[in-house]
């Protein structure tokens, strides 16, 4: 067993772990944050991508131990602290980004750390920032509405809090 | 799936990660990224007894300018080989490949030694770098030697680079305004090359036309004695040896390759 600390969703966590553990059943069966699914555990599907300091990464091609002494986001840490959908989930839910689910948690972090990078995306950009998750109901042109969405609530939320009006409250990565 | 159980080790220093590689010999695997590595050991093509994580020895990671040559610590990432304004400027086709790779979540992890460790003959890096002519610079006890790329790759999967080494950086030239092109064939996003070609400066080399990434030397050879693009690419195929799969049959690979190589030689990139 080995020792990792870590912050998941900016809470400090210790534990022992098996070194072969992945991150995402650290996440789903240690910690019972069960947002990040596992898909294909195979690297390709996308619906296990958390945030590793900020950055999209697929949790099914990660163990937890290289997770020790850095920040873990899943889609539980994209809530706003009063528990109101964050900007981009709120982005999927006005633009219909879903269809049977499954794919949502890895999609919303994915256009997080896409639009950390890119904050103002072309729509070629957004497909091209999305290769790494399926949507098996391919549901992709909402899905991608809902990142060019995502995109302005985020840009203004910016612009409001360099102005000087009311602070957003909570959204990751942002 | 599960790898198989193994021990965890965090090399504090290179001398460190050389003294766990000379305890546990070939037991033992150097995980950096582990994009190649950990979906082998899940599938359990690969079950090493000890991880030696490398990724916090903060020397092995960065782009420099040394003169004429960038060195490319092993531990750089895709990502940070795909944004970084020295390769845009000075060794753009490795920017421009490094952006390739699989896609943004497997570029926050994968490695550039990493990949070339691993000598995948269809993968993006190892082809990009066999065009530039780089120089992998390999650490051992014994002190440091330099591999040149053509020397590197001796099978599939397979490299010069002993089980007690840590292959510790890449040099390429600088090679400025040069022409380069980059082609991938592939039927799917984030798939591997069915067959690719990266030209730069009058080299030539293909991915997935047989064991290790290959230079396209006859093409080379008309480039140099003045032929078109055209004809020179015609060649490109010539000494090859493809392999037939699921994607293509050795044929169609050939094919690929001539006209991926003109496109490349023109300069195109997608």
Same mark, same amino acid.
């Given at each position: 067993?080995?020792e990792i600390?870590?912050?998941v969703?900016?809470?400090?966590?210790?534990d022992?772990?098996?070194? #072969?553990l992945?991150?995402?059943?650290?996440?789903? %069966?240690?910690?019972g944050l #069960?947002?990040?699914n596992?898909?294909c555990?195979?690297?390709?599907?996308?619906?296990?991508t958390?945030?590793?300091?900020?950055e999209?990464?697929k949790?099914?091609?990660?163990?937890a131990?290289?997770a020790?002494?850095?920040a873990?986001t899943t889609a539980?840490?994209?809530?706003?602290?009063?528990g109101t959908l964050?900007?981009?989930?709120?982005?999927f839910?006005?633009?219909?980004?879903?269809?049977?689910?499954?794919?949502?948690?890895?999609?919303?972090?994915a256009?997080?750390s896409l639009?950390?990078?890119?904050?103002?995306?072309t729509?070629?950009?957004?497909? %091209?920032?999305l290769?790494?998750?399926?949507?098996?109901?391919?549901?992709?042109?909402?899905?991608?509405?809902?990142?060019?969405?995502?995109?302005?609530k985020l840009?203004?939320?910016?612009?409001?809090?360099?102005?000087?009006k009311?602070?957003?409250?909570g959204?990751?990565?942002? | 799936?599960i790898?198989?159980?193994?021990?965890?080790e965090v090399?504090?220093? /290179?001398?460190?990660?050389?003294?766990l590689?000379?305890e546990?010999?070939?037991?033992?695997?150097?995980?950096?990224g582990?994009h190649?590595l950990l979906?082998?050991?899940?599938?359990?093509l690969?079950q090493p007894?000890?991880l030696i994580?490398i990724?916090?020895l903060t020397g092995l990671?960065g782009?420099?300018?040394?003169?004429?040559?960038i060195?490319i610590?092993? @531990? /750089?990432?895709?990502a940070d080989?795909?944004?970084?304004?020295?390769?845009?400027a000075?060794a753009?086709?490795l920017?421009?490949?490094?952006?390739?790779?699989?896609?943004?979540?497997?570029?926050?992890?994968?490695?550039i030694?990493g990949?070339?460790?691993h000598a995948?003959?269809?993968?993006?890096?190892p082809? /990009?770098?066999?065009?530039l002519?780089?120089t992998?610079e390999v650490t051992g006890?014994?002190?440091?030697?330099s591999?040149g790329?053509?020397?590197?790759f001796?099978?599939?999967?397979?490299t010069?680079?002993g089980p007690?080494?840590?292959?510790s950086?890449?040099r390429?030239?600088r090679?400025?305004?040069?022409?380069w092109?980059?082609?991938?064939?592939?039927?799917r996003?984030?798939?591997?090359?069915?067959v690719g070609v990266?030209?730069?400066?009058?080299?030539v080399?293909l991915?997935?036309?047989?064991g290790?990434?290959l230079r396209?030397?006859a @093409?080379e050879?008309?480039?140099?004695?003045?032929?078109t693009?055209?004809d020179?690419?015609a060649l490109?195929?010539?000494?090859?040896?493809p392999g037939a799969?699921f994607h293509?049959?050795?044929d169609f690979r050939?094919?690929?390759?001539?006209?991926?190589?003109?496109?490349?030689?023109?300069?195109?990139t997608?």
């Amino acid at each position: 067993m080995t020792e990792i600390k870590l912050t998941v969703n900016g809470a400090t966590r210790n534990d022992e772990v098996e070194p #072969r553990l992945l991150l995402v059943h650290y996440l789903r %069966e240690t910690l019972g944050l #069960r947002a990040a699914n596992v898909g294909c555990d195979t690297t390709s599907c996308g619906a296990c991508t958390v945030l590793l300091d900020g950055e999209s990464v697929k949790s099914c091609t990660v163990l937890a131990v290289q997770a020790s002494g850095r920040a873990v986001t899943t889609a539980e840490g994209a809530v706003n602290r009063d528990g109101t959908l964050g900007h981009v989930q709120q982005a999927f839910r006005e633009e219909h980004g879903l269809q049977c689910g499954f794919c949502t948690p890895g999609m919303v972090m994915a256009v997080t750390s896409l639009l950390a990078e890119n904050p103002d995306p072309t729509e070629q950009e957004v497909r %091209e920032g999305l290769e790494g998750n399926f949507c098996r109901c391919t549901g992709y042109h909402n899905i991608v509405r809902a990142a060019l969405n995502a995109a302005a609530k985020l840009r203004a939320a910016n612009d409001d809090a360099t102005s000087g009006k009311a602070p957003s409250d909570g959204e990751v990565a942002a | 799936m599960i790898p198989a159980s193994f021990d965890y080790e965090v090399a504090e220093s /290179t001398a460190h990660a050389l003294a766990l590689l000379a305890e546990h010999g070939e037991d033992a695997k150097l995980l950096a990224g582990g994009h190649s590595l950990l979906p082998m050991m899940k599938i359990r093509l690969a079950q090493p007894a000890v991880l030696i994580d490398i990724t916090r020895l903060t020397g092995l990671s960065g782009i420099q300018i040394d003169g004429d040559e960038i060195v490319i610590g092993a @531990t /750089t990432r895709h990502a940070d080989l795909a944004s970084s304004q020295i390769l845009r400027a000075d060794a753009p086709v490795l920017a421009h490949a490094a952006a390739q790779v699989g896609d943004p979540q497997i570029r926050h992890r994968g490695t550039i030694g990493g990949s070339v460790a691993h000598a995948d003959p269809s993968a993006d890096l190892p082809v /990009t770098l066999l065009a530039l002519g780089a120089t992998v610079e390999v650490t051992g006890s014994q002190g440091r030697r330099s591999v040149g790329i053509d020397d590197f790759f001796t099978g599939p999967f397979e490299t010069a680079l002993g089980p007690d080494e840590i292959l510790s950086a890449i040099r390429v030239p600088r090679l400025g305004g040069k022409p380069w092109g980059y082609q991938k064939f592939v039927r799917r996003a984030n798939d591997w090359a069915i067959v690719g070609v990266a030209a730069c400066d009058g080299r030539v080399a293909l991915a997935s036309m047989g064991g290790t990434p290959l230079r396209a030397h006859a @093409t080379e050879d008309a480039l140099r004695s003045g032929a078109t693009p055209r004809d020179a690419a015609a060649l490109a195929a010539v000494g090859t040896s493809p392999g037939a799969d699921f994607h293509a049959d050795a044929d169609f690979r050939e094919h690929l390759a001539r006209v991926l190589t003109r496109r490349a030689l023109e300069g195109r990139t997608g």
